[in-house]
């Protein structure tokens, strides 16, 4: 397409709007099941038990060290089904364009997402795009749909049982950071990548554990988040012990330095897994030789001899990790 | 909740964020297969042929004479799988609110959406929420995903031939002119209600001929995009014969006020069929015969001895309706 930065016209569904889909949407998303003249895109999957999943992306700025809103977008919905113990199979995309929009952006933010789709043999098949008048949006929203084929038995918070490990696949808060950041907005700078990036190698994996009981990736809210989910869900506590908890000195440098707690940020390539004790050494070990699952961890247990989620401090002191309620960093996924 | 408004707390994944999703999504979508507390929808479809689609939503004011965002966007997506030849079965949801939105109007949205939903009977079963900072987001924009089951023979432009006649299930522009008026931007005031509506019916009913070959709802661009993207993907012509295209007064008298054509408003309530020529009139009265398409007309026939959309008009002259390149009306859906 001609035009440097995008205008109203190439939202109204007429040549403008042809031109953007065709010469930058299917430019890098081109595959045989998707058809941009179709309404619906016809798919077939090879089973009937399908896991389906949606989610949001606002993150600010759209760009940050280690990916943009475009792989954000394909990896946290995928990892949404990955950690439901489903493989990712198919994505739509929505795209919420803000007038004004450097084309030069958008195209890198969609090949971005081409190449994370690539990654992990995803395709996306459906699509729709909306421009918004300038001021009337963040530069670029998507919002993403994934439907995935389940593997095997279905995770459940309901398999939960006292005693149960809890691992992280790596350390937290590294995304949060990045974004931060990445927005030089207190002067601080930094070498942070955010951590987003599929976990499908790392869910795969566990999956293989019969003694599994449920993963989850700890996005908006953190591992803390996870935990006081779990703990709302299941009515039973969660320990766990601050120093097993991996998290980089420059994420806690950051975090001392501007008061926020790193076990309230959000990562985008982690994975939280809660499984029978016998099995928890077994699942570190397979995790440390995957990918990405290098620096994994056994941080806790499920405890039913409380009924709150309890951390063991540094210090041999205990506090209790409340469910988040003020907002630490907004727009970051 | 407590709040009347919504902030940005209200996105963050902890506590505010759980209440708006309990208390006001969860009241009106709640349905076996909605978990809130999933990452992923476990779905069980019937057969392996689905049809996937989505759809952004952005239409300016939010509410709307004959709907608003809400009813907009379950009838737009679903009646993408309708004309695609599917029976909607489930939706994803994104919403993106504005700080500062009203909780009742949210309200409102929400309850317009399972009103819609359950009318068609399709579930929601996955949605992911984010709140926009004031002033970056105009109210609220949601996209929404939809899985259909196929039915039977799969339509396509490919099948469309020399002399198939083309239908309009009823007058066209009714929901462009009704979001417009909505405005109050010119000192213009009507009674014109939106067509937003299911097309589900009409579209069943049409899969039912064997010479059906393709459907198409005329949203963004109206009929004439509708019959310029005919017209390139089958590189036959197109004609049309104004006087048999239905338009409602209100609708003829403010386009001729502003200086628009009807032909190129947005509708959400229509179906364009083509169908081979011995079918079609038994299609009219079929078409006539179901509540929403009383009115169905028609309207043209494909043509080869022509390359290009022709429209006979009322004076017996022609005209030639090319691709459209301004936008009348942005943020109509």
Redesign the interface.
């Known amino acids: 397409m001609q035009d440097t930065h995008i205008s ?2 190439h ?8 031109e953007l889909i065709e010469e930058l949407f299917a430019k890098y998303l081109a595959n045989p099941d998707l058809d941009v ?22 993150v600010q700025p759209l760009e940050f060290p280690g990916g943009n809103i475009g792989s954000l977008a394909v990896h946290g919905t995928t990892n ?2 990955a ?2 113990g ?1 493989t990712p199979k ?1 994505l ?5 364009i803000e007038e004004g929009t450097e084309v030069a952006l958008l195209e890198r933010i969609i090949k971005s997402m081409a190449e994370a789709a690539a990654e992990i043999d995803v395709k996306i ?9 300038r ?4 530069g670029v ?1 998507l ?1 993403t ?4 084929i ?1 593997n095997g038995h ?1 995770l459940s ?1 309901k398999n939960i049982h006292d005693g149960d490990a809890i691992l992280v696949s790596g350390p937290v808060g590294d995304h949060g950071i990045a974004v931060m950041l990445a927005r030089e907005e207190f002067g601080l700078h930094g070498e942070i990548l955010s951590d987003a990036a599929s976990v499908l190698n790392l869910t795969r994996a566990a999956h293989e554990f019969p003694g599994l009981r449920f993963m ?2 700890p ?4 591992l803390a ?1 996870v935990c006081t ?1 779990l703990n709302r ?1 299941t009515g039973m506590g969660v320990r766990l012990i601050e120093t097993d908890i991996p998290v980089r000195d420059p994420v806690h440098a950051v975090c001392d330095m501007l008061g926020y707690d790193p076990l309230y940020l ?1 990562c985008e390539g982690r994975v939280v897994a809660i499984i029978n004790p016998e099995s928890a050494d077994t699942l570190l070990q397979t995790w440390r030789n995957i990918k990405g699952g290098e620096e994994s961890a056994i941080i806790g247990h499920i405890s039913t001899a409380t009924r709150q989620v309890i951390i063991e401090t540094e210090i041999g002191g205990e506090r209790i990790l409340e ?6 960093l ?2 970051i996924c």
Chains 1, 2 share one sequence.
């Open positions: 109203l016209a939202g109204n569904g007429g040549r403008y709007m042809r003249e179709a309404d619906a895109a016809s798919i077939t999957v090879e089973n009937n038990e399908l896991l389906f999943t949606t989610d949001g992306f606002t949404d089904l950690v439901s489903a198919y739509s995309l929505n795209a919420f098949v459906a699509g729709d795009t909306k421009v918004l008048r001021g009337e949006g963040g929203y919002a749909t994934g439907i995935g389940r279905l918070m989850r990736d996005t908006r809210g953190g988040t989910e869900a959000a469910e988040l309620e003020d907002d630490p907004p727009r």
